[in-house]
């Protein structure tokens, strides 16, 4: 199947603004979204309370700035990144009611983006990278991550994943997680998602990710979860 360009994807994301704004349900089709945002939220403020600038990449509505600036005590600066406009006025809405510092909205790929190399304590990067097409764009796209940030800073991911091992595959992505979603409604939404996963998203395996963090020049390369084709890790510069 053909793979979606970026404006097919962003057509699609103008269009489902209210569904990626919920604080309490996250992604339906994500396992453990919302546990996983108040992780990594919990894990970004334990580690850098007084933070001073953070970046969302593919930021969507701005849950987990949201839900990040509701912990923080400090009045960081915020870069929005995202492909969809809708998508970043509603982020900036939510976002600039919980901070005094400066809000950057950013419409387009990250790769690209105007941003400045050595500035951010953190990057949020979560249900973002499966757009990714092939190694060249995965190689690119953490060499760029990984010069936006500071010294000491860190890369947070929560994303789709495959399994190595095609039988693996097959168990974990085609009958546990299509089991979940047919729990979720019905045989038809699982079709659905399971087609709308194949024509816009290439995810690669957790180990791949993980090896190419750490060949880009990442260091301290943690997992944080794992829940069958779903996983969230971190990595410092």
Not at 16 to 31: C, P, W
Not at 120 to 131: E, G, K, P, W, Y
Request: glycine share 4%; hydrophobic share 40%.
């Amino acid at each position: 199947m053909k793979k979606a360009t970026l404006q097919e994807i962003e057509a699609r994301f103008d269009k489902d603004v209210e569904r990626f704004s919920n604080l309490e349900t996250g992604q339906a089709t994500t396992l453990d979204a919302v546990w996983n945002m108040e992780l990594i939220t919990d894990a970004i403020v334990s580690l850098y309370p007084t933070i001073e600038n953070i970046l969302d990449i593919g930021c969507g509505a701005g849950n987990y700035d949201v839900k990040l600036l509701q912990k923080l005590h400090s009045n960081p600066n915020i870069s929005l990144v995202d492909l969809s406009q809708p998508m970043l006025n509603r982020a900036k809405q939510r976002v600039e009611t919980l901070t005094n510092g400066e809000i950057h909205l950013i419409k387009g790929d990250f790769r690209e983006a105007p941003l400045e190399n050595n500035k951010f304590d953190v990057i949020i990067a979560t249900s973002v990278l499966h757009h990714l097409r092939d190694d060249g764009d995965w190689e690119l796209a953490f060499k760029r991550l990984f010069n936006l940030l500071k010294i000491g800073g860190s890369l947070w991911i929560f994303d789709l994943i495959e399994q190595n091992n095609q039988h693996l595959q097959q168990l974990i992505y085609e009958e546990k997680y299509g089991e979940y979603l047919t729990q979720l409604k019905d045989e038809k939404y699982r079709d659905h998602v399971f087609d709308y996963i194949l024509h816009e998203d290439t995810p690669r395996s957790l180990m791949y990710q993980l090896n190419l963090l750490s060949y880009v020049g990442f260091k301290n390369i943690d997992i944080l979860h794992k829940n069958l084709c779903f996983a969230s890790y971190v990595a410092f510069k």
